[in-house]
């Protein structure tokens, strides 16, 4: 039988949202790469609802970086979009309920000040021709949401055509590194790259070279519904996210759990989240799906780039926690950079933060 060894500029690990905006970075700087996935075994983008909120409602205040990345991620998602010709990204808003008069004022005033590009006018929910339990204020905030599967399905099939993608585990007995090489030794087959960029998400806490980083995982359970009256088509969020899909059903979650890392469902938490819906909701609900994945979270909620202290040729692009869609575009240009021209990378991200 031949063996075929296949040689390439960059593996990348891992094809879940981080691996997805690499590889694109990568192909649109005309870059050679390779990129191997286990067909998302476990990935926590394929369970994610996408949404992106500059916003934190908790203090209302604006999020980690908001300006500089929901500023780079909406040119980078058009463009993205016009290459891949598939439809994945929408500019919806979030109508928050505010539940108390001094919620209201509160946004009113942060709407006025710190908060003015992306907090709306507050509305009752007839602007929106939502059907809820109870009559609510609505503070509208500039937000979008991103159809991940759709997009990294859409990517994976150009991968594909262009024979950069090997769809195949990753054990890390399989990897070799040498200077300047790291081959990878399939069954018969092999793949060689002069460097490579790890992407594999919540799974990455099992990489001999970055088990070290503090990691802090958390599982999170989404379901989707089906509702027999009109929810509008922005997303609704009081405290839960319920998030109109195209198809009419409703993406709505999530939990948060950190002792429980388990990919099954549990009916604890399907339980919870039906409670909310029931309670938020008037027309009747039935239950469509429930899916678990587990984020890669990260001690200090910032991401992991950058490359590992002695292994030169191998990197890391981890980390990305609840935020992904809003995080992976803006970084994975930060973290090509880095790769190719061992330029600097911002020390709050920078993995060097934790060898300190
Ligand atoms: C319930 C839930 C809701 C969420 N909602 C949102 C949301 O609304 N907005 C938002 O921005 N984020 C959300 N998130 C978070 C989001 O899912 C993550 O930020 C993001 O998906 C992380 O992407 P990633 O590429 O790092 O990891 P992953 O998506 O896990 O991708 C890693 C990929 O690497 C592959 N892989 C790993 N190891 C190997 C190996 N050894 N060999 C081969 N392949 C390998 C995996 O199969 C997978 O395809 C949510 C998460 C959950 C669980």
């Not at 930060?334 to 330029?343: D, T, Y």
Request: net charge neutral.
């Amino acid at each position: 039988m031949a063996h075929l060894q296949k040689n390439t500029d960059v593996i990348v690990v891992g094809q879940g949202m981080a691996g997805t905006c690499l590889s694109y970075q990568f192909s649109r700087n005309n870059i050679d790469f390779t990129v191997i996935d286990n067909s998302h075994i476990r990935s926590s983008s394929m369970v994610a609802a996408g949404l992106i909120n500059p916003v934190v409602f908790k203090r209302l205040t604006k999020s980690w970086l908001a300006d500089e990345l929901m500023s780079y991620l909406h040119t980078f998602y058009l463009e993205f979009e016009a290459t891949i010709g598939t439809s994945f990204y929408d500019r919806k808003s979030i109508l928050r309920v505010l539940n108390s008069a001094e919620e209201i004022n509160r946004w009113d005033s942060k709407r006025r000040g710190s908060l003015k590009d992306y907090l709306g006018e507050i509305c009752g929910e007839n602007e929106f021709e939502l059907q809820l339990n109870k009559p609510a204020n609505l503070g509208v905030v500039k937000a979008g949401a991103i159809d991940v599967p759709a997009m990294l399905a859409a990517w994976k099939n150009r991968l594909k055509e262009a024979g950069n993608i090997i769809e195949n585990n990753l054990d890390y007995s399989m990897i070799e590194y040498g200077e300047n090489k790291v081959k990878i030794q399939f069954k018969s087959d092999s793949l060689v790259g002069k460097k490579i960029v790890f992407c594999e998400g919540a799974l990455g806490v099992n990489n001999p070279l970055f088990s070290w980083l503090p990691f802090n995982l958390s599982k999170g359970d989404i379901l989707t519904l089906r509702n027999d009256k009109y929810l509008g088509g922005e997303v609704l969020n009081n405290g839960k996210f319920f998030l109109p899909q195209s198809d009419g059903t409703i993406k709505m979650g999530s939990t948060y759990n950190w002792d429980d890392l388990s990919y099954e469902t549990k009916k604890e938490r399907r339980e919870e989240l039906q409670e909310k819906a029931k309670e938020t909701l008037s027309g009747n609900t039935i239950l469509i799906n429930h899916e678990a994945g587990i984020r890669p979270t990260v001690k200090d909620r910032r991401p992991f780039l950058g490359r590992h202290p002695i292994q030169k040729n191998a990197y890391i692009f981890n980390g990305l926690g609840t935020k992904g869609a809003m995080l992976a575009p803006y970084f994975s240009e930060e973290i090509l950079n880095f790769v190719m021209n061992e330029g600097s990378l911002d020390q709050e991200v920078d993995i060097k933060r934790f060898n300190r």
